[in-house]
């Protein structure tokens, strides 16, 4: 056997092992074999480069990118419309069978909950891969792509065709990113979804091919004149599997709306079993010619429907409520629960928003309480299960002093909850600067909650500011800290001296000041010294800016230790870059109001999406409300918009109107 031969032979071992290991999940290497394979494969490469390609196993490693470029859609990626209960559901059938007066077979797939792309395969080869976007246009991501072993980067058949897939990451690794995060003090994700997101968009793509994503294969669009013998979707879709591609082992052909029915009954509940999240099933006409009869509208298709599983709610008991001081000196309520299994995962802790929740409620300690997960992802209380044992529980009495200092708690005027007021007390320290860390504010990756408590119990800092004056050294006189770790907190600390002007000033607490209204500050008074010398009537000019807000900004910047906080800013080098200008003028003029969780776009992305369209964001609907765009489970801001007769956007709405 020659060189050439060997590495072709040692290219197909080792992509069928992955095929069987990340598809299949039937491996037949052990990881020995695998490891003595791989690398040959590349000392074989390595010594002859005239040999590698771009199909080879070894090209999955990664490498780093200045930035992701935008790249425009071949086909389109459409979004799906939702349905909620069965009478939905049969409504949607019906409209789809009115005209073809027979039963339509439908194909059923659980709805990943996580991030579409689209991949084009030319000749057999993965040559490029690209993010949903706004469907019409999305990032290449092709490197960070190819780490992912449940993509095949050759095909078992030389073919011509585009699959849309969604990428994930499985619980039981998201789970283990997450713990080995608080050991060191790096970033927490909130939930797969997000932790899948925040590696795909990785420039080191070599961070990417060290957490485990997967994929699950949704569809193909077959371009080979062979392939168009193809007359179903579910053809479509063992034809997808046939060629290395994972298919859901799940999948289910059904004859007629009952069985789809039976379908996402069956799987309410049964999925917390699996080992990723599922959120809904989606349903699709499988004749691909009826498909193409009913086509679409300006969103989504007419052939295909989402049905969104209901929240889970489950019952356990309220063993006490802890409290605990927040950035702003607030001191919040946290129920401990009885540990239960809630939408797939063990929970014994769960929110009770403030206390005037709690007695609007009457819940109490002892009480057996109803718990649920707000949007899938934050357990919260929602009531307690009525019984005679509730009256002889003691009612709950709000704490008098602070649980972490001691201190007085106070009530505040216009504002719900009681606070701390001392301005040393360590919990309201760690809390503000864990804010100041977070993503909304200075986005300094590796600085954990455990990492900021040690520096406070050492009397390393006293305050956020006091980051900046921390070496290498430092961090490493820190629990489980090594020399790496040290530098690349050293780094994101200085790296985040930079940041965007609205980002220091949400960074700074300044009450009643959030992310959208810090965003407005920045783009009228462009410095924080304009800001800072910023007088009543010059803030209450600003569209959005009212008289409270206003109060809040003088009064922070008239305050003697934040006037000395800020030139501690300055002597640190801390210097904010201005806001980019917006991409075009679509939205000029008009404000936006989100509510509720919507399907394709996090809050976040929406809303960067309306300011990139100089459009605007607020978070309360009043009469300068333009629009409210509104996605699952709104809560009331959607009877406040419709007694105002402000204009209601669903998500699907929404991107029409930018597109």
């Given at each position: 056997?020659?060189?050439?031969?060997?590495?072709?032979?040692?290219?197909?071992?080792?992509?069928?092992?992955?095929?069987?290991?990340?598809?299949?999940?039937?491996?037949?290497?052990?990881?020995?074999?695998?490891?003595?394979?791989?690398?040959?494969?590349?000392?074989?490469?390595?010594?002859?480069?005239?040999?590698?390609?771009?199909?080879?196993?070894?090209?999955?490693?990664?490498?780093?990118?200045?930035?992701?470029?935008?790249?425009?859609?071949?086909?389109?990626?459409?979004?799906?419309?939702?349905?909620?209960?069965?009478?939905?559901?049969?409504?949607?059938?019906?409209?789809?069978?009115?005209?073809?007066?027979?039963?339509?077979?439908?194909?059923?797939?659980?709805?990943?909950?996580?991030?579409?792309?689209?991949?084009?395969?030319?000749?057999?080869?993965?040559?490029?891969?690209v993010t949903r976007g706004d469907g019409v246009t999305g990032e290449n991501i092709t490197t960070n792509l190819k780490t992912i072993k449940a993509i095949p980067l050759k095909l078992f058949e030389s073919k011509n065709l585009e699959v849309r897939g969604e990428i994930y990451m499985p619980k039981t690794s998201f789970e283990k990113l997450n713990q080995e995060?608080?050991?060191?003090?790096?970033?927490?994700?909130?939930?797969?979804?997000?932790?899948?997101?925040?590696?795909?968009?990785?420039?080191?793509?070599?961070?990417?091919?060290?957490?485990?994503?997967?994929?699950?294969?949704?569809?193909?669009?077959?371009?080979?004149?062979?392939?168009?013998?193809?007359?179903?979707?579910?053809?479509?879709?063992?034809?997808?599997?046939?060629?290395?591609?994972?298919?859901?082992?799940?999948?289910?052909?059904?004859?007629?709306?009952?069985?789809?029915?039976?379908?996402?009954?069956?799987?309410?509940?049964?999925?917390?079993?699996?080992?990723?999240?599922?959120?809904?099933?989606?349903?699709?006409?499988?004749?691909?010619?009826?498909?193409?009869?009913?086509?679409?509208?300006?969103?989504?298709?007419?052939?295909?429907?989402?049905?969104?599983?209901?929240?889970?709610?489950?019952?356990?008991?309220?063993?006490?409520?802890?409290?605990?001081?927040?950035?702003?000196?607030?001191?919040?309520?946290?129920?401990?629960?009885?540990?239960?299994?809630?939408?797939?995962?063990?929970?014994?802790?769960?929110?009770?928003?403030?206390?005037?929740?709690?007695?609007?409620?009457?819940?109490?300690?002892?009480?057996?309480?109803?718990?649920?997960?707000?949007?899938?992802?934050?357990?919260?209380?929602?009531?307690?299960?009525?019984?005679?044992?509730?009256?002889?529980?003691?009612?709950?009495?709000?704490?008098?002093?602070?649980?972490?200092?001691?201190?007085?708690?106070?009530?505040?005027?216009?504002?719900?909850?009681?606070?701390?007021?001392?301005?040393?007390?360590?919990?309201?320290?760690?809390?503000?600067?864990?804010?100041?860390?977070?993503?909304?504010?200075?986005?300094?990756?590796?600085?954990?909650?455990?990492?900021?408590?040690?520096?406070?119990?050492?009397?390393?800092?006293?305050?956020?500011?006091?980051?900046?004056?921390?070496?290498?050294?430092?961090?490493?006189?820190?629990?489980?800290?090594?020399?790496?770790?040290?530098?690349?907190?050293?780094?994101?600390?200085?790296?985040?001296?930079?940041?965007?002007?609205?980002?220091?000033?949400?960074?700074?607490?300044?009450?009643?000041?959030?992310?959208?209204?810090?965003?407005?500050?920045?783009?009228?008074?462009?410095?924080?010294?304009?800001?800072?010398?910023?007088?009543?009537?010059?803030?209450?000019?600003?569209?959005?800016?009212?008289?409270?807000?206003?109060?809040?900004?003088?009064?922070?910047?008239?305050?003697?230790?934040?006037?000395?906080?800020?030139?501690?800013?300055?002597?640190?080098?801390?210097?904010?870059?201005?806001?980019?200008?917006?991409?075009?003028?679509?939205?000029?003029?008009?404000?936006?109001?989100?509510?509720?969780?919507?399907?394709?776009?996090?809050?976040?992305?929406?809303?960067?999406?309306?300011?990139?369209?100089?459009?605007?964001?607020?978070?309360?609907?009043?009469?300068?409300?333009?629009?409210?765009?509104?996605?699952?489970?709104?809560?009331?801001?959607?009877?406040?918009?419709?007694?105002?007769?402000?204009?209601?956007?669903?998500?699907?709405?929404?991107?029409?109107?930018?597109?």
């Open positions: 056997m020659d060189i050439l031969e060997r590495i072709e032979y040692l290219k197909t071992e080792i992509n069928k092992s992955n095929y069987e290991y990340y598809v299949n999940e039937n491996p037949y290497l052990t990881d020995f074999e695998y490891d003595n394979l791989f690398s040959e494969l590349k000392e074989l490469e390595e010594k002859y480069p005239m040999f590698k390609t771009s199909d080879s196993p070894t090209q999955r490693v990664g490498s780093v990118s200045e930035k992701f470029f935008s790249h425009t859609h071949k086909y389109r990626l459409y979004s799906l419309d939702n349905t909620h209960n069965e009478e939905e559901l049969i409504k949607w059938y019906e409209r789809v069978c009115k005209d073809y007066n027979k039963e339509l077979e439908l194909v059923c797939e659980l709805k990943i909950d996580g991030l579409a792309i689209a991949l084009t395969y030319e000749n057999g080869l993965f040559k490029i891969g995060a608080i050991n060191t003090g790096g970033k927490v994700f909130a939930n797969p979804r997000n932790a899948a997101s925040g590696s795909l968009r990785q420039l080191d793509s070599t961070i990417t091919a060290k957490r485990d994503l997967s994929m699950f294969t949704y569809t193909g669009i077959f371009e080979d004149e062979s392939d168009q013998n193809i007359k179903t979707h579910y053809e479509g879709m063992m034809k997808l599997k046939n060629l290395g591609f994972k298919v859901n082992p799940h999948i289910r052909l059904v004859k007629n709306i009952q069985g789809a029915i039976d379908f996402c009954k069956e799987w309410e509940t049964k999925r917390f079993e699996l080992d990723y999240a599922t959120d809904g099933v989606v349903i699709k006409v499988n004749d691909l010619n009826i498909q193409k009869d009913l086509g679409f509208t300006a969103r989504a298709p007419k052939w295909a429907t989402a049905f969104k599983f209901p929240p889970e709610v489950v019952s356990t008991k309220l063993l006490d409520i802890e409290t605990n001081t927040g950035k702003t000196g607030i001191v919040t309520p946290v129920a401990i629960l009885e540990p239960v299994e809630l939408a797939g995962s063990t929970v014994s802790r769960a929110s009770l928003h403030n206390f005037d929740e709690i007695k609007r409620l009457d819940i109490r300690i002892g009480d057996n309480v109803l718990i649920m997960k707000a949007a899938e992802i934050i357990p919260k209380v929602i009531k307690y299960v009525e019984s005679e044992d509730h009256e002889k529980l003691e009612k709950y009495m709000p704490p008098q002093t602070c649980p972490s200092c001691g201190w007085k708690l106070t009530s505040k005027k216009d504002l719900v909850g009681l606070f701390c007021t001392n301005p040393n007390c360590e919990s309201l320290m760690c809390a503000k600067t864990e804010f100041w860390v977070s993503k909304n504010a200075m986005d300094i990756d590796n600085i954990g909650p455990n990492i900021i408590q040690q520096l406070y119990e050492k009397n390393m800092i006293s305050s956020p500011i006091d980051l900046y004056r921390l070496l290498p050294q430092d961090f490493m006189m820190l629990d489980l800290v090594k020399e790496k770790s040290a530098s690349n907190m050293y780094v994101a600390i200085q790296e985040s001296k930079t940041r965007p002007l609205n980002r220091l000033i949400t960074a700074l607490g300044i009450t009643h000041v959030g992310k959208e209204t810090a965003e407005i500050l920045a783009n009228h008074f462009g410095s924080l010294d304009k800001l800072a010398s910023a007088n009543m009537d010059e803030l209450m000019n600003i569209d959005s800016i009212g008289s409270i807000i206003a109060v809040s900004v003088v009064k922070f910047f008239s305050n003697s230790k934040n006037i000395k906080m800020i030139e501690e800013l300055k002597e640190l080098g801390i210097n904010p870059t201005s806001i980019v200008a917006p991409k075009s003028n679509k939205l000029e003029g008009k404000t936006f109001v989100l509510t509720g969780t919507l399907e394709t776009l996090s809050r976040d992305e929406a809303s960067d999406i309306i300011k990139q369209n100089g459009g605007k964001t607020s978070s309360s609907v009043s009469k300068k409300t333009s629009y409210v765009l509104a996605g699952a489970n709104p809560g009331s801001k959607i009877d406040k918009a419709q007694n105002l007769g402000v204009i209601i956007l669903t998500e699907k709405e929404f991107l029409e109107m930018i597109n």
